[in-house]
C-alpha cells in the first residue's frame, strides 16, 4: 500500500494523461497530495512499529497469565 501510494504520488501528472489511470484517486483529484503523503507516511510507521507492538502486547499477555 505505501509504495503505490508514493508511486502514485511521483506519477500524479502522468497518471492525469492516460487513461488507464486517470481515475486514480490522486489523478481523479478526489485525494489531495497531503492527503496521500499523510496516509503513506501512517502505513509506514504502522509497519515499522509492528514488531514492538507485537512484543508489546505479547509480554503484557505473559504477564497477565502469570499473574503480575
Do not use: F
Request: proline share 4%.
Amino acid at each position: 500500500g505505501t509504495g503505490c501510494t508514493i508511486n502514485d504520488l511521483w506519477d500524479m501528472e502522468l497518471d492525469k494523461k492516460v487513461e488507464r489511470t486517470r481515475s486514480r484517486p490522486l489523478a481523479a483529484g478526489t485525494v489531495t497530495p497531503r492527503q496521500a503523503a499523510g496516509e503513506a507516511a501512517l502505513r509506514l510507521v504502522r509497519l515499522v512499529d509492528s514488531p514492538r507492538l507485537a512484543a508489546g502486547a505479547a509480554g503484557c499477555g505473559s504477564q497477565h497469565l502469570n499473574g503480575y
